[in-house]
Nanobody, 118 residues
Framework: QVQLVESGGGLVQAGGSLRLSCAAS????????MGWFRQAPGKEREFVAG????????NYADSVKGRFTMSRDNAKNTVYLQMNSLRPADTAVYYC???????????WGQGTQVSVSS
């Protein structure tokens, strides 16, 4: 089992920044990938960003490339999502997820609300 706890959401004006954190516990994560997903009201959950714990390689949805940066802190077993130049369209509940690389994401956090006002 992997437990994931997100934090850092909130309300921000368009153009502002927020940093989300996701603290992981329960297993050694070297074989895992971590991801951030989001779900806006009335929409399906969508992938935002992902990182491989082993080498730190990242990938991003086109909608956030150049604005969001995902990173990890091995010592703290924590991943981050730095979100800059936020837009109202980024408003959603953001979820952290974990899964063995090459498999579906298996573990999910409880979600944190991000609201961007125009």
């Amino acid at each position: 089992q992997v437990q994931l706890v997100e934090s850092g959401g909130g309300l921000v004006q368009a153009g502002g920044s927020l940093r989300l954190s996701c603290a992981a516990s329960g297993r050694t994560l070297s074989r895992y990938g971590m991801g951030w997903f989001r779900q806006a009201p009335g929409k399906e959950r969508e992938f935002v960003a992902g990182i491989r714990w082993s080498d730190g390689s990242t990938n991003y949805a086109d909608s956030v490339k150049g604005r969001f940066t995902m990173s990890r802190d091995n010592a703290k077993n924590t991943v981050y999502l730095q979100m800059n130049s936020l837009r109202p369209a980024d408003t959603a509940v953001y979820y952290c997820a974990a899964g063995v690389v090459g498999r579906n994401y298996e573990y999910w956090g409880q979600g944190t609300q991000v609201s961007v006002s125009s």
